[in-house]
């Protein structure tokens, strides 16, 4: 980005948002006690680290919540693979991210939450980890942050950059500030063409596609947990609802009801809805059990409420049919199959996939997913599935044949990533 002052927008928020500064702790505190920032570590999100900086250079990855968050796993242990002197530092913004992260980096990157994008916060961040580089996932555009790291001479990267047309149409309305943000990055890899065409129209200097979504390993799961759930489950059919949201359960519920199986296993996107999914979908004729409160699964025909964290690698090995959540809820778009794939689950996902619908267009093609409308073409999927076992396993091993296809854009896009770091 060129010396001199940013464009009148940027100067207007950064001015505006030191102004507000002040009351943030406030506000953080207010959003603490509704749940939704992590009390014991509000400090952080005003930039003030709860641990020590790391000496070398330090790669810097954030992704705001837990899709982008988890997006950035595989390009973490694709850095510490070319370069295990390179220490790495993990940002998110939401409590649900940040305790899965805690989880899936430990040993390989330390985390921290994101600080707002206030001017103060901002500074004290990058006083204390003065990062090399800073990798942002998917659509993080903020300004203070970005301008800020750009002029302490941080070099970054937009990884598997997505921009949706509505937000497009807002930076289109200040089409000076939507330039200086996105040239400051040194280097943009977008997720898809139609994001790329969309970046390119805002001012950014577009590199080859990278879907951070498509790359990574299996999800893991507690070798012992599992040998004791499969002796537990002995042999009962088992279909499994990952990533549900607020609409969903009730709605799949009923499709299951209708195939009839023995035991759904309901994983929602947000675990502290388990009270209330496990409220909503109890009914006649069948048990329901929430693992959070460490009961087993029904022995008879139920509902299993899996509302932990961490733990979708463990359910996704019991379930070899997998319904996908967030693609029947208008407005969510979705949510990554390839995790289940990877495992060799058959995949049924809704109507409304947005968020991953070139990878959903290629599996529905390759017979990997199936897609359906509505509560009775769910209903009917499942039961056609439960008739013919062979069906199901072959949709598996074609979900399992695409996934494994899928790392090649990380090992292309690597070499440029790695670029932005000192030698």
């Known amino acids: 980005m060129r010396p001199g002052s940013p464009p009148l927008p940027l100067a ?7 102004l507000l500064e002040p009351l943030a702790p406030r506000l953080l505190a207010a959003r603490a006690r509704e749940g939704k920032e992590d009390p014991a570590r509000l400090a952080e999100r005003l930039g003030r680290a709860s641990l020590p900086r790391p000496p070398g250079p330090l790669v810097w990855l954030h992704g705001v919540s837990v899709g982008e968050s988890l997006s950035l796993l595989p390009l973490a242990q694709a850095l510490r693979r070319a370069r295990p002197d390179l220490a790495l530092l993990a940002t998110s913004g939401t409590r649900t991210s940040a305790e899965l992260l805690g989880r899936r980096l430990a040993g390989l990157a330390l985390h921290q939450y994101a600080p707002i994008d206030a001017p103060g916060a901002v500074r004290r961040f990058l006083d204390h980890w003065r990062p ?3 990798l942002f996932a998917e659509s993080e555009l903020w300004p203070n942050l970005l301008l800020a790291a750009r002029r302490r001479g ?3 990267g937009l990884v598997s950059g997505r921009i949706t047309e509505a937000s497009a149409m807002g930076w289109r309305r200040i089409p000076g500030s939507a330039r200086a943000l996105l040239q400051a990055f040194d280097l943009v890899l977008p997720q898809d063409e139609t994001s790329a065409g ?3 129209r805002l001012g950014a200097k577009v590199g080859p596609k990278l879907n951070l979504k498509r790359a990574g390993d299996p999800p893991p799961a507690d070798p012992a947990e599992l040998a004791r759930l499969r002796q537990a489950l002995d042999g009962r059919r088992v279909v499994l609802a990952a990533s549900t949201h607020p609409g969903e359960e009730a709605f799949i519920v009923r499709a ?3 195939a009839a199986p023995d035991l759904l296993i309901l994983v929602p996107r947000h675990p502290e809805r388990g009270e209330a999914i496990a409220a909503e979908v109890s009914g ?4 329901t059990a929430r693992r959070s409160l460490g009961q087993p699964p029904p022995a008879g025909p139920g509902v299993y409420v899996a509302d932990t964290l961490g733990e979708l690698g463990l359910f996704l090995r019991l379930a070899p049919l997998t319904v996908m959540g ?4 208008p407005g969510v778009g979705g949510h990554n199959p390839l995790e289940a794939a990877r495992i060799g689950c058959a995949v049924l996902t809704g109507p409304h996939v947005s968020n991953a619908r070139e990878i959903y267009d290629e599996m529905i093609a390759a017979d990997a997913a199936v897609q359906v409308a509505d509560e009775a073409a769910l209903g009917a999927e499942l039961r056609s599935l439960a008739a013919d076992p062979g ?3 072959a949709l598996g091993r074609a979900a399992r044949g695409y996934a494994d296809l899928q790392g090649a854009e990380l090992e292309r896009a690597l070499p440029l990533i790695l670029g932005l770091a000192p030698a």
Do not use: H, I, Q, T
Not at 12 to 18: D, H, K, R, V
Not at 326 to 329: I, T
């Open 12 to 18: 207007l928020y950064g001015a505006g948002s030191g």
């Open 132 to 134: 090399d580089v800073g």
């Open 154 to 156: 941080v070099r970054l």
């Open 198 to 200: 969309r970046l390119a």
């Open 256 to 258: 299951w009801r209708s």
């Open 284 to 287: 006649p004729g069948y048990a």
């Open 326 to 329: 967030g693609g029947f809820a």
């Open 391 to 393: 069906r199901a396993a």
